[in-house]
């Protein structure tokens, strides 16, 4: 074999990693077109590798035909692979490209356009092309120098130095195949494959431009060739041993013993094929991911570790952590929308800095990213935000934060077609582009993350939509007890005042009438002092019960007192303890306390018809409890808090939410004759922490705990 036939079959077995690589992903287009190119260089090397082997001169011309066909078709291929690598339409310069090789193809098979070749001594190819050379160079220069002017315009479009370099590889590339193409003009070097060293020179660039700048995903083939390989080499070097041991240890064997032997071992390595290859392939992947090999582990297990999480400041910790590690990126942020149908905000940034907090980002909702990523559900790379007319419509301040926050790839998080989260990732640490794998790799966590993230999500919208229904109580409790205040003080300086000085003067109206005239007229002025008496205790009553005067005063224990003493009018016994050291409590918590106690006691009063009442209340460093229990008749509790909801009587409820607005908790138990028991605790960690005017409503406070 001549010099002048290893070159074409060099540049052949160079293209060849390049096909397997593409074969992987034959439905997206950057792929399908470049495996057509790679399919065009490898007929044209192999034709070349034809014409000038030493295997059947008389057919040369056939092979020089073949030659300049598949020259035509590999300048045809370039051209669709630079508008794909460009993201830009085929319009109708590659279809029209492909029809102009199909009729130059029939035009020298019918020997329309004639060729002349022959072999030289030394395996030289010696050509008269006549009119087809002018004809390939003029379609050469047409065809590809659109694609450079193509790629020299993305060029000086582009800011970026990564990308730049990415395109100026492709250009240096396609300089050298010109340069060794336009050789064929030349008498001299017409007779030498130059055009095709230049092809396997090209070769080597795109191969080098794949390794350092990922242009293709050709780790992924090693990884997988490379424990397939192990495994297949290895465990049929295995079986060949020991049949050979065996036929060498065994010689008297019959055969069919042997057939039986062999069937066997063929079986066990077959059943064992499979977990070696897992075995091998796991330390072929930790060989090819070193230290982000276990975070990618973590990633595809997301939704089996996580499914029964439902926090959302949970889930975001243990999705964005490992990204950042997995994929060494320098930082990842989760955007979720605010409220329904809201501009999309990075609630979490892992790793969390000052100088990049997380409420920087904020993309809103007809921002053209997130409609793009929300109608295609797939990953969007900053280079085609860049190239796309879609993204013209971005504000100059949106670029200039992505750009500030390095922002080079956004990957939707969707659940049953609606866009719930964005993942944002700045460049990674080296500066290297995001692989096709690891979008795969994003895209496979966000799709298994969706539905954990959405019912957090849920949950902490019930949650945020409940703090502000307690917001909404604490502060109708607050209107309400200022209100009761405001009439209490009224009624103290009013209608008391006056009943007082009515009674004074009845006192002394009776003093100064003489015993002739008391008779009727001095009862009547008895009987009148009475009435007063009474309505002065009665109101007296109803401004204690308004606002008792005496919990701003005297304190909780005292105004507890006060309550029970109130049960002597009914006959109803009673017996109070306070144990621990009695703390002043703020207002709020004192206030919600003495309502608790109030109410439970009045309800004792009317419904229960007990003889007996226990009140106990216990100060320690967890917090403050408080019992009441009676020897009633008790209750339905479920039948009654149904039936006090449908009449509008709210008084038991009323006491659970004053308990849940401090982060309390009440419990009630009763039973139809087994009297009443009513536990109320407060944690003091929470109560301390509160201003003295707090309702106890605020959501730094901790979760809700819901009554049992």
Not at 360 to 370: C, E, G, S
Not at 551 to 558: A, I, K, N, S
Request: charged share 20%; glycine share 8%.
């Amino acid at each position: 074999m001549n010099t002048h036939a290893i070159i074409p079959l060099v540049s052949l077995i160079a293209y060849i990693p390049l096909m397997l690589v593409t074969l992987r992903r034959p439905r997206i287009r950057l792929y399908r077109s470049f495996a057509f190119y790679l399919l065009g260089t490898m007929l044209w090397s192999f034709s070349s590798f034809g014409a000038h082997a030493p295997l059947n001169k008389d057919h040369t011309v056939i092979w020089v035909i073949f030659i300049n066909l598949f020259f035509l078709l590999v300048v045809a291929t370039y051209h669709h692979f630079v508008r794909a690598f460009l993201n830009k339409p085929n319009g109708i310069r590659v279809p029209l490209t492909y029809i102009f090789v199909v009729i130059m193809g029939l035009l020298m098979g019918f020997q329309v356009l004639r060729l002349e070749a022959h072999t030289g001594a030394e395996g030289g190819l010696f050509v008269s092309y006549g009119y087809v050379l002018h004809i390939h160079g003029l379609f050469g220069f047409i065809v590809v120098g659109s694609a450079a002017y193509a790629l020299v315009q993305r060029f000086r479009q582009l800011s970026d130095p990564l990308d730049r370099r990415r395109i100026g590889y492709l250009l240096f590339g396609l300089g050298v195949v010109f340069l060794g193409s336009i050789t064929n003009f030349s008498k001299s070097l017409g007779i030498y494959p130059v055009d095709h060293f230049a092809n396997m020179v090209n070769a080597l660039i795109i191969f080098y431009a794949v390794i350092k700048y990922q242009l293709l995903d050709i780790r992924v083939v090693i990884q997988r060739g490379l424990a397939y390989s192990v495994v297949t080499v290895g465990m049929t070097t295995g079986y060949l041993f020991l049949l050979f041991f065996m036929q060498r240890t065994f010689t008297n064997w019959p055969s069919y013993s042997s057939l039986s032997v062999a069937a066997s071992l063929a079986l066990l390595f077959a059943i064992l094929f499979q977990p070696l290859r897992n075995l091998i392939q796991q330390g072929v992947d930790r060989m090819f991911y070193g230290r982000t090999y276990d975070y990618r582990q973590i990633l595809l297990s997301f939704h089996q570790r996580m499914s029964n999480v439902l926090n959302l400041s949970e889930v975001a910790e243990n999705m964005l952590y490992p990204i950042v590690k997995a994929l060494d990126t320098k930082r990842v942020f989760l955007l979720l929308p605010e409220g329904e149908g809201g501009d999309f905000v990075s609630r979490f940034v892992q790793p969390y800095s000052t100088k990049w907090p997380s409420a920087l980002l904020r993309l809103t909702r007809d921002n053209p990213i997130v409609t793009s990523i929300a109608v295609e559900g797939k990953a969007l790379y900053r280079e085609t935000i860049d190239i796309e007319p879609q993204f013209k419509g971005l504000w100059e301040a949106e670029k200039e934060e992505m750009d500030a926050l390095e922002l080079a790839l956004f990957c939707p998080i969707r659940r049953k077609g609606n866009l719930i989260g964005i993942l944002a990732l700045s460049r990674k640490q080296q500066s290297r582009p995001y692989s096709h794998e690891d979008v795969d790799l994003l895209s496979t966590m966000a799709s298994e993350a969706a539905i954990v993230m959405e019912n957090a999500i849920m949950l902490e919208n019930l949650k945020e939509q409940q703090r502000h229904v307690e917001q909404l109580f604490a502060k109708t409790v607050l209107a309400q007890e200022d209100e009761r205040k405001r009439i209490s003080i009224e009624l103290h300086d009013s209608v008391a005042q006056w009943l007082v000085g009515a009674s004074y003067r009845l006192q002394t109206c009776g003093a100064i009438l003489n015993d002739s005239e008391k008779g009727e007229a001095h009862a009547e002025l008895v009987e009148i002092e009475e009435t007063i008496d009474r309505s002065l205790k009665e109101i007296r009553r109803v401004m204690l019960g308004l606002h008792p005067p005496a919990l701003d005063e005297l304190g909780l224990v005292h105004s507890l007192r006060q309550l029970l003493e109130g049960l002597k009018p009914d006959g109803i016994a009673y017996h109070f303890e306070s144990t621990g050291d009695a703390i002043r409590l703020p207002a709020s918590a004192e206030l919600t306390i003495y309502r608790v106690v109030q109410e439970a006691l009045n309800n004792v009063r009317k419904h229960s018809g007990a003889t007996a009442v226990v009140l106990r209340v216990r100060f320690d460093p967890e917090g403050v409890s408080v019992e009441i229990r009676d020897n009633g008749r008790g209750f339905n509790l479920a039948r009654t808090t149904k039936g006090a909801v449908a009449v509008g009587h709210m008084g038991l409820l009323g006491m659970k939410e004053r308990a849940i607005m401090l982060r309390g908790n009440l419990k009630i138990r009763t039973r139809q004759g087994n009297g009443t028991h009513i536990i109320l605790t407060l944690p003091l960690s929470l109560l301390t922490s509160q201003g003295p005017g707090n309702t106890g409503a605020q959501t730094s406070a901790g979760p809700l705990k819901e009554p049992e």
